[in-house]
């Protein structure tokens, strides 16, 4: 090996990445050569420096930063969460323009209503677009389970991968909306189903949804 | 805060402390300065939260959070001062008065050590972005040629180029063909 080549290697050699047979080389010849048993000492030497100033020029964060910094990224994340979508208090039913009015604590039994043609709306794929269902009940109704089911290719911003999403709500009097932002990540659509129950009853509401690219 | 926020914190939580150390000094190391470094580091905690979904099955965490910093920041460059080491003024180096220094019990090689701190930090701000980034990461900060390359997403041939080639600038910088040694 000569001294240029060995310069050539000389940090796989320092970083430890050389094979043991030309490891082996280098060294025999370092052992031999003194100008290149000064290049090796200075490179080591370097090294040695950089590892100093590294521990040296690291400021510490204050005891309690970590700390902070998780809660207030918790915290923006979640309230973001929360704008896209309200989870608690009200849901509600209206899709694509059709009202659905719940009569009393019996609020299933509403003869008068005849179902419309199924809603529809077209979303593009990858853009996302907030579905308002608004329900008005003519009294509170606490304790109802409200089930989404989404169609292929649909999902509720913030729950990716869930078809289907669950949670208890309270119905207040009058008007409750009920903002799904949803996206499209595939072009099947189909039907989205919200389902409320309550007390052993229950009433399906659909939305068709079409999906454009 | 309902069940699902709570469950969602506390993962958050779990996954991301084991890696916050590391991420802090790539902050420093990127920005430059304290109050930048801790700004790009609550910013990708806040994106890092935005993707919890995504993060719970990723395999390795770590590189994946580097990653997001090491992108951030180059999107936001202009906007992110950086502090150039120009000039090391003993204050800034917390903790390293003389005072502090550990100690060989000797004054004067405790004032070259600190001389030395500040001539190696002279010396990189020399670098261009690229040479003294590879540099602090390599050999500074002990990524791997790898792991450099999950960040950046530079192929490892060019990491390993761009190393060699840092190193030779820097060693110039320092005006004694790398070595700090005094006679």
Redesign the interface.
Known sequence: MTCTQLKEKL?DYVDGLMDRAESATLGAHIENCNDCHQ?L???Q???A??????K??????DAT??DR??A???Q???R??RNRWI??GAGGIIAAGLVLWMLGGMFLKTPEIVAPAMPSIVMTLEEPRTLNLVFSSATTLANATMTVVLPQGVEVVGF??QREITWITSLAEGKNILPLTLIATSPEGGELMATLRHEGDDRTFRVQVSIIS | MSSLEQNQRASFDTLLRPHLDRLYRLSFRLAGSKPEAEDLFQDVLVKAFARLDNLLDVREPGPWLCRVMYNHFIDNRRRIRRARLVCVEESQLRGQSLDSLPGDLDPVRDAERLDDIMRLGHALATLSDEHRLVILLHDIEDYKLAEIHQITGDPVGTIKSRLHRARARLRKALGTDGTNSRP
């Open positions: 940090d290049v000492a200075r490179a030497g370097l090294r420096s950089l590892k100093a100033y590294g040296s020029s690291m400021p510490r964060p930063f970590f910094a998780l207030r990224a918790a923006t994340g979640i973001r969460q989870m608690t990716a991968g």
